[in-house]
């Protein structure tokens, strides 16, 4: 099961009380009225063919609440992995009953092949000039989205909250391509570990206090010099903010600027990695010291509640099981409602441009992931550039470069690489 997966990950207490099937479809139905944007749960879940229908249940169960395939689970190794074992997609939505399809041409091993090298190609930066992330992108969208297309148009569906299988939670689902649009083109997405431990639901942070720390210099890593003008830029029009950087940027002073006011929002500029093996690998840099995985919850992010964690400049070891469950678990174990952070080392250009059109977006988008997709869609469209030294944002200049920045040729940030590395865990809403 989903939830005890993580929560095993993440050593915490298999006590997480389960969410069932009508809990889930009455808090979409909530969050629609109350946003006005229709969402769809999607499970996608690698099963064994022999199960038939049945299968689609077998490892996201007891989400649904079924205590009869939850015991029948006990009974047998369902969850057993076998490379040819299908793709099973649940669709959940508010207002009908659920949609279960069994994808037979979606075989483990091919659909993670797939996967490895649609990653392979968006996350390389000799290659943000080509196009050879499309035939991954256009096989990776008929086999995990064209199926449940009909359901979804005929809902009216605007925002899809992914819950994925293993080897799937670090898919950049924003990249996956129909032939003419990528799928951010279409939906609003965000990633959940199970809708059980993440409790999604809307929270307005239009008029949000932002707490913005980071730092721009490290004994051992990159050099982050943008860092100043991205704390800078998004904290300026909005009332409340506070910033802190480099040496300012300790866990003493995390603990004490929270301590000291409730903010919504904290964003951190700066390096995080999420790594293979033990949850203590993955960790987030301060100034001269490391918050491990694990150490996360001792800062009572929910009391007072975060909402929104950013991590502007983060990776996780992509298609790595255990660093997937730690960057997906990374709300769950934070103790806030959701998470902004990165699949590999975006552009540091291309990321200031990015967060800088987030925030405002989030100031005027019904939800928190729709602010991501236009900020992403921005960045795709061609409205967030660098020219002659300068970050470029809707024809303004928002930013100029450092001196050592300043030669910087044109880039434009129409690939993948530049944009679908950010995902929303979490609360989307």
Request: glycine share 6%; aromatic share 6%.
């Given at each position: 099961m989903l939830t005890r997966e993580f929560e095993t990950y993440l050593d915490r207490p298999g006590t997480t009380p389960i969410v069932t099937l009508p809990q889930i479809q009455q808090r979409l139905r909530e969050t629609e009225q109350e946003t006005g944007v229709k969402s769809?749960?999607?499970?996608?879940?690698?099963?064994?063919?022999?199960?038939?229908?049945?299968?689609?249940?077998?490892?996201?169960?007891?989400?649904?609440?079924?205590?009869?395939?939850?015991?029948?689970?006990?009974?047998?190794?369902?969850?057993?992995?076998?490379?040819?074992?299908?793709?099973?997609?649940?669709?959940?939505?508010?207002?009908?009953?659920?949609?279960?399809?069994?994808?037979?041409?979606?075989?483990?091993?091919?659909?993670?092949?797939?996967?490895?090298?649609?990653?392979?190609?968006?996350?390389?930066?000799?290659?943000?000039?080509?196009?050879?992330?499309?035939?991954?992108?256009?096989?990776?969208?008929?086999?995990?989205?064209?199926?449940?297309?009909?359901?979804?148009?005929?809902?009216?569906?605007?925002?899809?909250?992914?819950?994925?299988?293993?080897?799937?939670?670090?898919?950049?689902?924003?990249?996956?391509?129909?032939?003419?649009?990528?799928?951010?083109?279409?939906?609003?997405?965000?990633?959940?570990?199970?809708?059980?431990?993440?409790?999604?639901?809307?929270?307005?942070?239009?008029?949000?206090?932002?707490?913005?720390?980071?730092?721009?210099?490290?004994?051992?890593?990159?050099?982050?010099?943008?860092?100043?003008?991205?704390?800078?830029?998004?904290?300026?029009?909005?009332?409340a903010s506070s910033v802190f950087l480099n040496e300012n940027f300790t866990l003493n002073n995390l603990k004490a600027q929270r301590n000291r006011q409730n903010f919504e929002i904290v964003h951190l500029a700066t390096h995080a990695e999420f790594k293979t093996g033990s949850p203590d690998n993955s960790y987030i840099e301060l100034w001269y010291t490391r918050l491990r995985l694990p150490q996360m919850h001792q800062l009572k992010w929910n009391d007072p509640s975060v909402e929104l964690l950013v991590l502007s400049a983060c990776r996780t070891a992509l298609g790595d099981e255990q660093a997937e469950l730690g960057f997906a678990g990374l709300g769950v174990q934070a103790g806030v409602r959701s998470a902004l952070a990165s699949l590999w080392n975006a552009n540091d250009k291309g990321t200031l441009g990015l967060m800088v059109v987030f925030y405002q977006y989030l100031q005027q988008a019904p939800i928190r992931a729709e602010a991501l997709r236009q900020a992403q869609i921005a960045l795709l469209k061609g409205q967030v550039r660098v020219e002659e030294g300068k970050l470029r944002i809707f024809e303004n200049t928002v930013a100029v470069l450092p001196p050592k920045l300043t030669e910087t040729p044109a880039i434009n940030f129409a690939h993948p690489y530049y944009w679908a590395a950010f995902v929303l865990i979490g609360n989307p809403w």
């Open positions: 769809a749960l999607v499970y996608m879940v690698f099963g064994p063919e022999k199960l038939g229908a049945n299968a689609v249940l077998v490892c996201p169960i007891q989400e649904s609440g079924s205590v009869t395939e939850g015991n029948r689970r006990s009974q047998q190794p369902l969850c057993d992995r076998s490379p040819d074992d299908r793709l099973e997609i649940i669709v959940v939505t508010g207002s009908s009953q659920p949609i279960h399809l069994q994808i037979p041409a979606a075989k483990r091993q091919q659909v993670l092949a797939l996967a490895t090298e649609l990653r392979a190609e968006v996350t390389n930066p000799y290659k943000t000039r080509k196009t050879s992330y499309l035939p991954s992108a256009q096989q990776l969208y008929n086999l995990l989205i064209a199926p449940i297309q009909p359901t979804l148009r005929s809902q009216g569906i605007e925002n899809l909250v992914f819950v994925p299988d293993a080897g799937l939670r670090s898919l950049p689902f924003a990249a996956l391509h129909d032939g003419q649009k990528f799928l951010i083109e279409q939906y609003s997405l965000a990633l959940i570990p199970s809708f059980s431990l993440s409790q999604p639901r809307y929270v307005n942070l239009k008029r949000a206090r932002i707490l913005g720390m980071g730092a721009s210099e490290f004994r051992d890593l990159t050099p982050l010099p943008l860092v100043p003008i991205e704390l800078a830029s998004i904290t300026s029009k909005l009332g």
